[in-house]
């Protein structure tokens, strides 16, 4: 069994600033890449970010510039630095990973989701 835990989403102001982080446990032999996706209402989800085991990072156009990724191999942990929000950047955001684990199953691994709510 993996586990990916997210944590960090709140309510913020337009312009503040949040951390998102999600840990991801069980029998695990190796984490490739792991990122954050988003999903808006009445919207589909899409990819805020990604980043490889290698640290080869990409954005969604959107948030380059006010967002940066990152990782921790030794925690199992991947980061989101969400700066100068904007309330179109209101979303459930959902880490995501791609997991080799001890024992037969899935690949893709989805974290349960943590809102992120920016007023204006």
């Known amino acids: 069994q993996v586990q990916l835990v997210e944590s960090g989403g709140g309510l913020v102001q337009a312009g503040g600033s949040l951390r998102l982080s999600c840990t991801a446990s069980?029998?695990?032999?190796?984490?490739?890449?792991m990122g954050w996706y988003r999903q808006a209402p009445g919207k589909e989800r899409e990819l805020v970010a990604r980043?490889?085991?290698?640290?080869?990072?990409n954005y969604a156009d959107s948030v380059k510039g006010r967002f940066t990724i990152s990782r921790d191999n030794a925690k199992n942990t991947v980061y989101l630095q969400m700066n100068s929000l904007k309330p179109e950047d209101t979303a459930v955001y959902y880490c995501?990973?791609?997991?080799?684990?001890?024992?037969?199953?899935?690949?893709?691994?989805w974290g349960r989701g943590t809102q992120v709510t920016v007023s204006s």
């Open positions: 980043i490889t085991r290698g640290r080869n990072i």
């Open positions: 995501n990973a791609g997991i080799v684990t001890s024992a037969p199953g899935p690949y893709d691994y």
């Open positions: 069980g029998r695990i032999l190796s984490i490739d890449a």
